[in-house]
């Protein structure tokens, strides 16, 4: 019985920095350790709450997300193209503009090199919450060799317009016209992101109407490489929203078959 216990203590120190909510589900599996229920149920019982905190934990993620984007500063423009003679915001202004709210709801910024070739650099960047949950973009930039730059320059030329052009896209956060202010050119939709988006509008029963709109663009085929890796995102994570409708009231069923 002790051992028992101890099982569902460590259940709960394990998730009580995500403030998990105590439901009926808890309740039940309480009762059921205090009446020494026979194993296979109460393997199920746990099993259930774990599910149920799973669940909660990606609620909390969704709403702490949510309400960080709310809050973001407004980003102003502090920077000229000298190639194009537009402005633009720096990295610098991106991060001022959300770190305050990244830490207010606990959240942590990752950016990597996932690949680099002689004529391009692959960078992934990536949202972390204590809940476990994460999102995650990335992109492949063409070296920025405009001007007189070392291919040192050039590198870090193109990694800093890839983490601002990646987190202004992650997080919701870029301008209408930041599209062409950068020092980097855009690339058109891969077709690997364009079926995908199809399987995933399927999925979500999204029209495809809507999609174009949000995009401003007359076909998928039309939209650029960072548009369909935001167009991607949304419909995942509306997926994972139904899904977890879905494991929710399927839960509730399987909640009254154990009791």
Same mark, same amino acid.
């Given at each position: 019985?002790?051992?028992?216990?101890?099982?569902?203590?460590?259940?709960?120190?394990?998730t009580? @920095?995500?403030?998990?909510k105590?439901?009926?589900? @808890?309740?039940?599996?309480?009762?059921?350790?205090?009446n @020494?229920?026979?194993?296979?149920?109460l393997?199920?019982?746990?099993?259930?709450?774990?599910?149920?905190?799973? *669940?909660?934990n990606y609620?909390?993620?969704?709403a702490?997300?949510s309400?960080?984007? *709310?809050?973001?500063?407004?980003?102003?423009?502090?920077? #000229?193209?000298?190639?194009?003679?537009?402005?633009?915001?720096?990295?610098?202004?991106?991060?001022?503009?959300i770190?305050?709210?990244?830490? =207010?709801?606990?959240?942590?910024?990752?950016? *990597?090199?996932?690949?680099?070739?002689?004529?391009?650099?692959?960078?992934?960047?990536?949202?972390?919450h204590p809940s476990?949950? =994460?999102?995650?973009?990335?992109?492949k930039?063409?070296? @920025?060799? /405009? +001007?007189?730059?070392?291919?040192?320059?050039?590198? +870090?030329?193109?990694?800093?317009y890839?983490?601002?052009?990646?987190? +202004?896209?992650l997080?919701?956060?870029?301008?209408?016209?930041?599209?062409t202010?950068g020092?980097?050119?855009? #690339?058109?939709?891969?077709?690997q992101?364009?079926?995908?988006?199809?399987?995933?509008?399927? &999925?979500?029963?999204?029209?495809?109407?809507?999609?174009?709109?949000?995009?401003k663009?007359?076909n998928?085929?039309?939209?650029?490489? +960072?548009?369909?890796?935001t167009?991607?995102?949304?419909? =995942?994570? =509306?997926?994972n /929203? &139904?899904?977890? /409708?879905?494991?929710?009231?399927?839960?509730?069923?399987?909640?009254? #078959?154990a009791?």
């Amino acid at each position: 019985m002790s051992e028992l216990s101890i099982t569902q203590t460590e259940l709960v120190e394990k998730t009580k @920095d995500c403030a998990i909510k105590a439901t009926a589900m @808890d309740r039940i599996l309480t009762r059921a350790l205090e009446n @020494d229920v026979d194993m296979d149920r109460l393997e199920r019982l746990i099993a259930l709450r774990e599910k149920e905190i799973e *669940r909660q934990n990606y609620q909390s993620f969704v709403a702490d997300l949510s309400a960080m984007q *709310r809050e973001y500063q407004k980003i102003q423009k502090n920077a #000229t193209n000298t190639h194009t003679n537009s402005q633009y915001a720096t990295l610098d202004q991106y991060i001022d503009a959300i770190k305050e709210t990244l830490s =207010k709801y606990h959240f942590a910024l990752f950016s *990597r090199i996932k690949e680099q070739s002689s004529d391009s650099i692959s960078v992934e960047m990536t949202l972390t919450h204590p809940s476990g949950n =994460k999102i995650a973009t990335e992109g492949k930039f063409p070296h @920025d060799t /405009k +001007g007189c730059k070392s291919n040192i320059q050039a590198v +870090g030329s193109t990694i800093t317009y890839a983490r601002r052009y990646l987190l +202004g896209m992650l997080l919701n956060v870029v301008s209408t016209d930041d599209d062409t202010d950068g020092n980097v050119p855009l #690339t058109s939709a891969f077709s690997q992101q364009i079926s995908e988006i199809r399987t995933l509008m399927a &999925q979500t029963q999204t029209e495809e109407t809507k999609i174009l709109a949000y995009a401003k663009v007359n076909n998928l085929a039309d939209m650029s490489d +960072g548009q369909a890796q935001t167009v991607l995102h949304l419909l =995942k994570d =509306k997926r994972n /929203k &139904q899904i977890a /409708k879905a494991e929710q009231s399927l839960s509730q069923q399987e909640q009254q #078959t154990a009791v």
